[in-house]
């Protein structure tokens, strides 16, 4: 156990040291505080007409929501630039042999990675939190949606973040890893957008839709399909990244 | 003595092609292994399976009495490995980066700091500590690869081509280091400089095509070479008959008319009477040099011999 903290731990301190992990860090925060103050604009534009009627969407609806859709957009543009580097980069400079000749099994280091770069994104997820927190100064928030919200955010980056190291695992170049990355998360974000087409609904495709699951979680249903949806897409490219680390001992 | 390793026939095939085929060997506490072979031998093949990062075609392998298959963990605690290419984060100090390679090998928390100073001591490096690996020049590269080698302190030293791209006193330095690690570790390392073999190891194997072609004692490889001859320079052309019915006289080898190279065994040496045969026959000797074989000259032969 202490050996997947000592491998995460070591990911997340070098992120820190290039420039990447910064500037991913500034811009995302930039554009998503443009993003939230002109949410802020229309909800005071539109506040005086919400007031009267009945049952209206309310601050968390307007603002907080489409925060998180568009944190989710961006960290899907974001998040493969990130993982490309986890192994890929380490067998590229010969350092994955260390890891491989240490008494650590492959699992461990995957999980250590995996963690170590989840790191990263678990800051992120943090700092775009404080700026609806922030919004308590002078409002009322819907804890419960705000939570559903964040809920869907943290297990949306769990996702993505494995499927980034899988690619990283598998490709022989960083930017290989990045491209491949984004395509298959691009690809299962869009999948069910064939379903507004005449009528043609696909109940595999819905099911296999990021996007759709994201924003169920959103509208505040916490329900166990979604979740689970999250949990096994992670577990498996977790357990596919750790098979293909074994595979690396078998061929060359 | 107790086994650190033992390899039983191990095979490894890049598609058709065997990288390695059929090794053996043992390794004991205390022995020094030089493992030589030309460029593409399957020297560095059998490191990385040796230390876990290839797996075997076929054929087992024990560290420290833990099969590396079924207890890898277990086994690769006793090993410490330095590959081709020194194995580091450029964008780590030394320090830093020992600090982590002491994590990854389960070092105790609180001896981590008296290994890594350990490490650096014997390697040199406690002036670069604080610099970036990647700022230190390939030699201090090298020690630093070196240093996370023998971090931990592993019953088994992997070093695959350990003095590439030193000076040439740090490679004695480093030499001196690896005869002192040999007292109470076993250690490998590989090569295709021979007179490194012959001042650092105890014990030698030559690998060539895959094969093992020689597994001998430094000691052994030593008597191996003094087998030799005498080249022998006479005014007048000597005749070979008369020299070859001395008894010790091997072979004769007629360099030019005047000149030969005398092959005698080691038992019994001839010398004496050759000068003496010479003189009364009066061809004039005018030089006698005893010809040693250099290692240079076994491992052509070994590995010409295996070609053919």
Redesign the interface.
Known sequence: M??IF??AS?EFK?LF??PLAWTVLAILQCILAYLFLTQIETFTLLQPKLATIEGAPGLTDIVVTPLYSNAGIILLLVTPLLTMRLICEERR?????????????NANIIIGKYLGILGLLLLMVFLITLMPLSLLVGGELDAGKLFANLLALLLLVTAFTSTGLFMSTIAGHPTVAAMGTFGILLLLWILDWTTGMKDQRSELFEYLSILRHFQNLQSGLISSVDISYFLLFTATFILLSIRSLDNE???? | MENLIEIEHLYRYYGKYCAVNDVSFTLAKGEVLGFLGPNGAGKTTTMQMLCGNLAPSSGQIKINGFDLLDQPNKAKRSLGYLPDTPPLYKDLSVQEFLHYCAGLHGIAKNSIAQAIDKAKERCGLADVSHRLIANLSKGFQQRVGIAQAILHNPDIIILDEPTVGLDPIQISEIRALIRELGEDHGIILSTHILSEVQESCSHVQIIHQGRLILSESVAGLNLHMNTGGLQVTTRLAPDASVLLAIPGVIAIETLTDHQIIIHHSVTHDPTKDITETIIAAGWELQELTPVKKSMEDIFMDLTRDSDS
């Open positions: 202490s050996m000592t491998i070591r070098s040291l290039s400079n010969k350092t994955l042999s260390l890891l491989l000749s240490a008494p650590i099994s001992r078998l061929q060359k």
